[in-house]
Structure formats: structure tokens, C-alpha cells
């Protein structure tokens, strides 16, 4: 694959993660809101004003999660049975580490069925 076709990808898988955390968040019953600028998707709990931070990161073709427990830093898994976004750290897909993070800053749970 062409480094083009490669960021092109990437960026379409970016692209489309965002939309479906962003229609999710529109469905969840916990009080959240957000807001995107760009590459980065800033959700805030409204219950205690803690924001999780979703940045697209380009460079290293990677998207990050800033969460109070921390930062996490996933890949795009292209095919495959686990095709998705992987953290290099926990080894969680995306939608586990989101519920997981926004569970413990909400402090119930939270599952946003992605």
C-alpha cells in the first residue's frame, strides 16, 4: 500500500469512528456533551465537568485518548476478525476503553454500544 492510500485510509477510519462516537453520544442516556474541532472530539461529563479527549494523530497514524486514568494511544487494525482501533498499551478495542474511561469518571456505568 502506498503511503498516500495508507493516510487516506487512515483518515477515513478516523473519519468514521468520530461520526459513530459522536451518534452514540446523542443516544447515551448518561448527561454528556461534546464537541469537535477538527481532529479532536472533547467529551464532557456533565455530572462532574471531567472531559475524555479522542485527537487524531497523523504523524504516527494513530488516535489517542486523554482520560483522567490517563492516556492511551491506538492503532488501526485494517482486516481481520478484531479489524478496529487497538490500544497498544491495554490491548483494549476502542469501545471497551471508552466505556471503561467514562465509567470510571462517571462513576456509573456508561456504555455508549459501539
Known amino acids: 500500500m502506498t503511503q498516500t492510500a495508507s493516510n487516506a485510509a487512515y483518515n477515513a477510519a478516523i473519519e468514521e469512528t468520530l461520526i459513530a462516537i459522536e451518534d452514540a453520544l ?3 442516556d448518561v448527561d ?8 479532536v472530539l ?6 462532574n ?3 475524555v479527549i479522542l485527537s487524531r494523530q497523523s ?9 483522567r486514568s490517563g492516556g492511551f494511544h491506538l492503532s488501526f487494525q485494517p482486516s481481520g476478525e478484531r ?3 487497538k490500544c497498544s498499551t491495554t490491548g483494549e478495542d476502542l469501545p471497551t476503553l471508552l466505556d471503561r474511561v467514562l465509567t470510571e469518571q462517571q ?3 456508561v456504555s455508549l454500544g459501539l
Request: aromatic share 8%.
Open 26 to 28: 446523542d443516544e447515551c
Open 107 to 109: 462513576g456509573s456505568a
Open 59 to 67: 504523524a504516527v497514524q494513530e488516535l489517542w485518548v486523554a482520560a
Open 83 to 85: 479489524a478496529g482501533w
Open 42 to 47: 472533547t467529551i464532557t461529563l456533565e455530572d
Open 32 to 39: 454528556m456533551d461534546y464537541e469537535r474541532a477538527d481532529s
Open 49 to 51: 465537568g471531567t472531559q
